[in-house]
């Protein structure tokens, strides 16, 4: 299976539970159960499984939800287990794959063999990498704003999506007004929020102090900063004025919002790997070791973010990077080089940033399938939307402009400073190493330069050689 194939990645909130999709296979019927992001299930009873495709149950499942035509690009079914997810292209089978599932899982992770024996997957139905933003925010169906909101609520919660504190309560104010409707003052909604904190931020903002730090700060006189933050942005949730105030249309509304202002984060949407990373060395006689990051792609780019302190590493475009991967034939194992536009001590080079993973081969597949995708639709792509209203929540904005976040230390900034990168030029004669320089692309898997803003990065005599 290459990249082309369907995308695999880092299991997300989806695997809280583990379980199995398939309870019994018989020669002509088996009772599947097919999950939503919620963890609802779907259960289906299907003639001669193994010989169905993803294509089918797609439809299947879709009939049982009574989904509009919208839900066959929006959603995909992917096979999902503690260690390994895939989305599954139309033509795969489900059962085939399922059984196939420890050679993937020997493949393509690290996992020990005891835990390869163990891991099944479970089917669900998910958001499609593949679906544009734009088409998103153009949906008006409510059982489709719902699945693609709680998904996408699922990933905020378990910081698989790492946001600043202010976009954690901008959001978690929206689950607010789902969950507990409209703010109402004289309403004991401080004491709700509290009880069940964990449903709106992530964790790592619910957490509270214990021991005596707690009790210098005087812990128990007021609300916590993320409680208090999300007291207010509830407080401040703008209702939808005008003659339809049925609770669907409102619940859509905000849905919308929700999605709206998840599109804001460079990540959403994507598909997420395991990988490592070098350290920056820390002396010359002490090497930094190694750093578990998560690989985030889309149809937009790509992001390394750091799996423990929840941040952005680094943020590219497919027109600012060429990329390459090395399999365990020419490694000691598989790395995805990446490959950018930087400076060194305020010189220009090209730096190449080294990504162990055994994904290397599916990320590597991804990234070319997307910029394909990308070349093949950008043409047709609208200029503008043409409906909708523009100032309520979730309204449509012209799919050429993206809301970016320019919050000074954002989580979603690259820190380009904490990657041990290197770097290149070439003096035209040779590729040399500097301090770590370069220029002259080690790769020729990139866009076209004239679509994008990656460039040769010439030398200069002064620079340092290594």
């Given at each position: 299976?290459?990249?082309?194939?369907?995308?695999?990645?880092?299991?997300?909130?989806?695997?809280?539970?583990?379980?199995?999709?398939?309870?019994?296979?018989?020669?002509?019927?088996?009772?599947?159960?097919?999950?939503?992001?919620?963890?609802?299930?779907v259960p289906l009873a299907l003639e001669n499984l193994p010989a169905l495709s993803a294509h089918e149950l797609h439809r299947t499942i879709r009939e049982v939800l009574q989904l509009p035509d919208i839900a066959v690009d929006a959603f995909a079914l992917?096979?999902?287990?503690?260690?390994?997810?895939?989305?599954?292209?139309?033509?795969?089978?489900?059962?085939?794959?399922?059984?196939?599932?420890?050679?993937?899982?020997?493949?393509?992770?690290?996992?020990?063999?005891?835990?390869?024996?163990?891991?099944?997957?479970?089917?669900?139905?998910?958001?499609?990498?593949?679906?544009?933003?734009?088409?998103?925010?153009?949906?008006?169906?409510?059982?489709?704003?719902?699945?693609?909101?709680?998904?996408?609520?699922?990933?905020?919660?378990?910081?698989?999506?790492?946001?600043?504190?202010?976009?954690?309560?901008?959001?978690?104010?929206?689950?607010?007004?789902?969950?507990?409707?409209?703010?109402?003052?004289?309403?004991?909604?401080?004491?709700?929020?509290?009880?069940?904190?964990?449903?709106?931020?992530?964790?790592?903002?619910?957490?509270?102090?214990?021991?005596?730090?707690?009790?210098?700060?005087?812990?128990?006189?007021?609300?916590?900063?993320?409680?208090?933050?999300?007291?207010?942005?509830?407080?401040?949730?703008?209702?939808?004025?005008?003659?339809?105030?049925?609770?669907?249309?409102?619940?859509?509304?905000?849905?919308?919002?929700?999605?709206?202002?998840?599109?804001?984060?460079?990540?959403?949407?994507?598909?997420?790997?395991?990988?490592?990373?070098?350290?920056?060395?820390?002396?010359?006689?002490?090497?930094?070791?190694?750093?578990?990051?998560?690989?985030?792609?889309?149809?937009?780019?790509?992001?390394?973010?750091?799996?423990?302190?929840?941040?952005?590493?680094?943020?590219?475009?497919?027109?600012?990077?060429?990329?390459?991967?090395?399999?365990?034939?020419?490694?000691?194992?598989?790395?995805?080089?990446?490959?950018?536009?930087?400076?060194?001590?305020?010189?220009?080079?090209?730096?190449?940033?080294?990504?162990?993973?055994?994904?290397?081969?599916?990320?590597?597949?991804?990234?070319?399938?997307?910029?394909?995708?990308?070349?093949?639709?950008?043409?047709?792509?609208?200029?503008?939307?043409?409906?909708?209203?523009?100032?309520?929540?979730?309204?449509?904005?012209?799919?050429?402009?993206?809301?970016?976040?320019?919050?000074?230390?954002?989580?979603?900034?690259?820190?380009?400073?904490?990657?041990?990168?290197?770097?290149?030029?070439?003096?035209?004669?040779?590729?040399?190493?500097?301090?770590?320089?370069?220029?002259?692309?080690?790769?020729?898997?990139?866009?076209?330069?004239?679509?994008?803003?990656?460039?040769?990065?010439?030398?200069?005599?002064?620079?340092?050689?290594?």
């Open positions: 299976m290459d990249g082309t194939e369907g995308s695999a990645g880092q299991p997300g909130p989806a695997e809280r539970s583990h379980r199995s999709s398939v309870s019994s296979v018989g020669p002509r019927a088996a009772d599947v159960v097919v999950y939503l992001a919620d963890d609802t299930m992917w096979l999902v287990s503690p260690l390994l997810e895939v989305q599954l292209k139309p033509k795969h089978q489900p059962y085939k794959l399922g059984r196939q599932w420890p050679e993937l899982l020997l493949r393509f992770t690290d996992a020990p063999d005891e835990d390869v024996a163990m891991d099944e997957p479970s089917l669900q139905f998910r958001r499609n990498v593949f679906f544009p933003k734009w088409r998103e925010l153009q949906i008006r169906d409510e059982d489709v704003l719902r699945l693609l909101y709680e998904e996408a609520k699922g990933n905020v919660l378990s910081a698989r999506y790492p946001c600043d504190i202010e976009d954690c309560e901008a959001l978690g104010a929206l689950v607010c007004r789902v969950q507990l409707g409209p703010y109402q003052p004289g309403h004991p909604a401080a004491c709700t929020l509290r009880e069940k904190l964990d449903s709106f931020l992530p964790a790592h903002l619910c957490k509270r102090g214990h021991g005596l730090f707690a009790a210098l700060r005087g812990r128990g006189t007021k609300a916590g900063t993320g409680e208090q933050g999300l007291l207010n942005a509830y407080r401040g949730v703008k209702e939808v004025v005008g003659s339809d105030s049925e609770h669907e249309h409102l619940l859509s509304t905000h849905y919308r919002a929700y999605l709206f202002k998840c599109h804001e984060l460079p990540f959403y949407g994507c598909a997420f790997f395991h990988g490592e990373i070098d350290k920056p060395a820390q002396s010359f006689l002490h090497r930094g070791g190694r750093k578990p990051v998560t690989l985030a792609i889309s149809l937009e780019g790509v992001h390394v973010i750091d799996s423990r302190e929840k941040h952005v590493l680094l943020g590219l475009r497919f027109q600012e990077l060429s990329w390459d991967h090395t399999s365990l034939e020419e490694e000691e194992e598989p790395v995805l080089w990446l490959e950018f536009d930087g400076e060194s001590e305020g010189m220009p080079v090209n730096k190449l940033l080294k990504i162990y993973s055994k994904q290397a081969e599916l990320m590597s597949g991804l990234i070319e399938y997307c910029i394909e995708l990308n070349q093949a639709v950008e043409p047709a792509a609208p200029q503008d939307s043409g409906s909708g209203p523009t100032s309520a929540p979730g309204s449509l904005p012209p799919p050429t402009q993206r809301p970016k976040l320019r919050r000074q230390g954002s989580v979603v900034c690259s820190r380009i400073q904490h990657l041990s990168t290197i770097d290149y030029v070439d003096d035209g004669k040779e590729i040399k190493r500097v301090k770590p320089k370069r220029t002259t692309s080690f790769f020729s898997r990139q866009l076209s330069m004239s679509q994008g803003s990656y460039s040769v990065v010439q030398p200069n005599d002064s620079l340092e050689q290594g």
